[in-house]
């Protein structure tokens, strides 16, 4: 079965300042890999997602995240990080099955 | 565009009584719907997920059912709640047309306390 891994519980960072978000997974062949966020109270808003290709990818809100085979990794980044990008951050695998397994969660706090 | 709504928002009820959350997505045909719990400071744990109409599989063994009666909604319930039922219940419904059918997309969530 697939797992997801987000190393790091929070994350504080100054606003204007670069963010890097990481995510390992493990799955025996090519996964579906998926970026969450989520303000307090609300649901998870989709960011971004990697079927195949392009090993970089862009998401909303001007993130980006690239996929490693050879470190199992899918990091999500931000150049320069807004007070509003202040959220939970969800990395998610998903091997076709109807389900996904998701990490525990990252929460970005930033900094005036 | 495809919609999905929770209700309600957000309800208090005491330990022992009844639950009935329901969810209903707008915009797509058969989709699979999930129930998802968060508790507080942990990730996301699945409950329940359904791939059509009276078809349900159950992730965990707990005190909740889910039933599906129409394609698009999906009723997550509980006979008699406990204190760890308390929590964020979040839907998702996942598409079945295109090539990322994996996505799944989430509501807007019901915050559940258990006194």
């Known amino acids: 079965a697939q797992s997801v891994t987000q190393p790091d519980i929070h994350i504080t960072v100054s606003e204007g300042a670069s963010l890097e978000l990481r995510c390992n997974y493990s799955?025996?062949?090519?996964?579906?890999l998926f970026w969450y966020v989520q303000s307090p109270g609300q649901g998870l808003q989709l960011l971004l997602k990697?079927?195949?290709?392009?090993?970089l990818v862009q998401g909303i809100k001007g993130f980006e995240a690239e996929f490693k085979r050879s470190q199992s990794s899918f990091n999500l980044r931000k150049p320069s990080v807004h007070w509003s990008d202040a959220a939970e951050y969800f990395c998610?695998?998903?091997?076709?099955?109807?389900?996904?397994?998701f990490g525990a969660g990252t929460t970005v706090t930033v900094r005036a | 565009s495809q919609t999905i709504h929770q209700w309600p928002a957000t309800l208090v009820q005491p330990v022992g009584s009844p639950l009935s959350l329901e969810c209903t997505v707008e915009?797509?045909?058969?989709?699979?719907l999930y129930w998802y719990r968060q508790a507080a400071g942990r990730g996301l744990q699945l409950l329940f997920y359904?791939?059509?109409?009276?078809?349900i599989s159950s992730e965990v063994p707990q005190n909740l059912s889910a039933s599906r009666p129409q394609d698009r909604q999906f009723i997550l319930s509980s006979k008699k709640l406990l204190l760890s039922d308390s929590g964020f219940y979040l839907c998702?419904?996942?598409?079945?047309?295109?090539?990322?059918?994996?996505?799944?997309?989430f509501g807007p969530g019901t915050r559940l306390t258990v006194l």
């Open positions: 998702a419904w996942r598409g079945l047309a295109g090539g990322s059918t994996d996505t799944q997309y």
């Open positions: 799955y025996g062949a090519t996964p579906y």
């Open positions: 990697y079927f195949s290709g392009d090993t």
């Open positions: 998610a695998v998903g091997a076709g099955d109807y389900k996904l397994s």
């Open positions: 915009g797509t045909s058969n989709p699979n």
């Open positions: 359904s791939v059509g109409i009276g078809q």
